[in-house]
């Protein structure tokens, strides 16, 4: 930097001294139009050599070690955008789809180059270009798509987030289901406690000996007294989804609370005939959580699980393994059951939802519910032989026990 303001204001002085000896000569000769071009050249090299001097000047303040700081290496921003949890990537036309960072490489399984995008993306990215808002489903979630368009020479290049909005969407989607339930439930018992307590009354009233022809209104007023008290349970059932407690967290060694899950649940009726297999990755991840609220949703998915594969004429087999999942906490459960309709895996979370004929559509979306109250997530994955179904709770953070 000094080097070159130095070479600057030596150049600007060699033009100002060629310029008057110019100028000297002109009018000696008396050429009066050369002299006036080379006294206006005269006045521009002294003006260029007053900036210079001041560029020179200013440099002189800046202190050497900041002089010659080098530039930073262009593994710095590689480094920059990989910390950044967004999937970033770069269309180049002509060529193709680039993951930018570690979050895109992540998301497509690639080193750069994306050599098989997905049509959803290529769509959206097309979609975007007309200047639509565009939302993408990628891999079990679904995304935002933005960018911006650059020009360079011949081609142009797009520059893409993807920002996964899945997780918002369950949120709200499980504060509508529980402002929903609350307002039912409100109803419906205010409805039936009344019809109980008065088919309980009238029953007392018909007791002990009577005519014959109130036999069968007893038997009804006994019928429909078991069917109040029964929908009031039923009820009361669902109204555990609207009262979700507030979580209280506590450092938990989560190695430790998965296997004390599964040997609760071991010892339930319905894990009878099941063989239940746990793994787990090194090293003992501590999370913060509630330990009860947790254990409760996954009891709700190995249930799941469990009945899953009453319909097995082999082995009846669920695993649950505890891993990392990028910086986050991955506790899977998967079984060798009937599967899950491909129909029905973008159902299977909402309340009252159900595959089995007994079933109460609570469970999973309670679980979901509970990992949500947690900043975490519940979802369906793709499975892989021997197993028919794979669900992945996903809480954040990684920390070992040894950091704690």
Same mark, same amino acid.
């Not at 009066?32 to 071009?37: D, E, I, K, P, S």
């Not at 910390?83 to 490489?105: I, K, M, T």
């Not at 499980?174 to 008065?198: C, K, Q």
């Given at each position: 930097?000094?080097?070159?303001?130095?070479?600057?204001?030596?150049?600007? *002085?060699?033009?100002?001294?060629?310029?008057?000896?110019?100028? #000297?000569?002109?009018?000696?000769?008396?050429?009066?139009?050369?002299?006036?071009?080379?006294?206006?050249?005269?006045?521009?090299?002294? *003006?260029? &050599?007053?900036?210079?001097?001041?560029?020179?000047?200013?440099?002189?303040?800046?202190?050497?070690?900041?002089?010659?700081?080098?530039?930073?290496?262009?593994?710095?921003?590689?480094?920059?955008?990989?910390?950044?949890?967004?999937?970033?990537?770069?269309?180049?036309?002509?060529?193709?789809?680039?993951?930018?960072?570690?979050?895109?490489?992540?998301? #497509?399984?690639?080193?750069?180059?994306?050599?098989?995008?997905?049509?959803?993306?290529?769509?959206?990215?097309?979609?975007?270009?007309?200047?639509?808002?565009?939302?993408?489903?990628? #891999?079990?979630?679904?995304?935002?798509?933005?960018?911006?368009?650059?020009?360079?020479?011949?081609?142009?290049?797009?520059?893409?987030? %993807?920002?996964? +909005?899945?997780?918002?969407?369950?949120?709200?989607?499980?504060?509508?289901?529980?402002?929903?339930?609350?307002?039912?439930?409100?109803?419906?018992? @205010?409805?039936?406690?009344?019809?109980?307590? &008065?088919?309980?009354?009238?029953?007392?009233?018909?007791?002990?000996?009577?005519?014959?022809?109130?036999?069968?209104?007893?038997?009804?007023?006994? %019928?429909?007294?078991?069917?109040?008290?029964?929908?009031?349970?039923?009820?009361?059932?669902?109204?555990?989804?609207?009262?979700?407690?507030?979580?209280?967290?506590?450092?938990?060694?989560?190695?430790? !609370?998965?296997?004390?899950?599964?040997?609760? #649940?071991?010892?339930?009726?319905?894990?009878?005939?099941?063989?239940?297999? &746990?793994?787990?990755?090194?090293?003992?991840?501590?999370?913060?959580?509630?330990?009860?609220?947790?254990?409760?949703?996954?009891?709700?998915? %190995?249930?799941?699980?469990?009945?899953?594969t009453r319909d097995n004429s082999g082995p009846r087999r669920?695993?649950?393994?505890?891993r990392r999942v990028d910086n986050d906490t991955g506790i *899977? +459960?998967?079984? @060798?059951?009937?599967?899950?309709?491909?129909?029905?895996?973008?159902?299977? !979370?909402?309340?009252?939802?159900?595959?089995?004929?007994?079933?109460?559509?609570?469970? %999973?979306?309670?679980?979901?519910?509970?990992?949500?109250?947690?900043?975490?997530?519940?979802?369906?994955?793709?499975?892989?032989?021997?197993?028919?179904?794979?669900?992945? !709770?996903?809480?954040?953070?990684?920390?070992?026990?040894?950091?704690?």
């Amino acid at each position: 930097m000094v080097f070159r303001g130095v070479i600057l204001r030596l150049l600007c *002085v060699a033009g100002v001294a060629v310029t008057a000896i110019l100028a #000297f000569t002109s009018a000696r000769d008396q050429m009066w139009a050369n002299m006036a071009l080379c006294l206006l050249g005269l006045a521009v090299s002294t *003006v260029m &050599l007053l900036a210079a001097h001041e560029i020179g000047r200013r440099e002189d303040k800046v202190p050497a070690e900041d002089r010659s700081r080098p530039e930073p290496p262009p593994q710095t921003l590689s480094a920059l955008l990989d910390q950044v949890p967004v999937p970033l990537l770069r269309s180049v036309e002509g060529e193709g789809y680039y993951a930018l960072n570690l979050a895109a490489r992540r998301l #497509f399984r690639v080193d750069d180059f994306i050599s098989d995008p997905p049509p959803a993306l290529v769509t959206a990215v097309m979609r975007a270009e007309r200047g639509a808002r565009s939302s993408i489903r990628l #891999f079990d979630s679904i995304y935002a798509l933005g960018g911006s368009e650059l020009s360079f020479e011949k081609r142009k290049e797009r520059f893409i987030s %993807l920002t996964d +909005i899945q997780a918002e969407m369950r949120i709200a989607e499980a504060t509508a289901l529980g402002d929903t339930l609350r307002v039912i439930s409100h109803e419906i018992m @205010n409805s039936l406690t009344p019809v109980a307590s &008065l088919a309980e009354t009238a029953q007392h009233y018909l007791e002990g000996e009577a005519p014959e022809d109130l036999q069968s209104a007893r038997e009804a007023l006994a %019928l429909l007294e078991r069917r109040a008290r029964g929908l009031k349970r039923f009820v009361e059932g669902y109204r555990s989804l609207a009262r979700l407690p507030k979580p209280e967290l506590r450092r938990v060694d989560v190695s430790g !609370f998965v296997a004390d899950v599964v040997r609760v #649940f071991e010892q339930s009726a319905v894990a009878k005939g099941v063989t239940v297999t &746990l793994h787990m990755d090194e090293g003992a991840p501590s999370l913060e959580m509630d330990e009860a609220l947790m254990a409760q949703a996954v009891i709700n998915v %190995l249930t799941n699980a469990a009945e899953a594969t009453r319909d097995n004429s082999g082995p009846r087999r669920v695993n649950i393994a505890l891993r990392r999942v990028d910086n986050d906490t991955g506790i *899977v +459960i998967a079984d @060798n059951g009937t599967g899950i309709e491909p129909a029905m895996r973008d159902r299977i !979370f909402h309340g009252f939802i159900t595959t089995k004929p007994e079933g109460a559509g609570i469970g %999973l979306s309670l679980a979901r519910q509970i990992a949500l109250a947690h900043g975490g997530d519940l979802r369906l994955t793709e499975h892989s032989e021997p197993w028919s179904s794979e669900f992945l !709770f996903r809480l954040p953070g990684s920390k070992s026990m040894a950091d704690s």
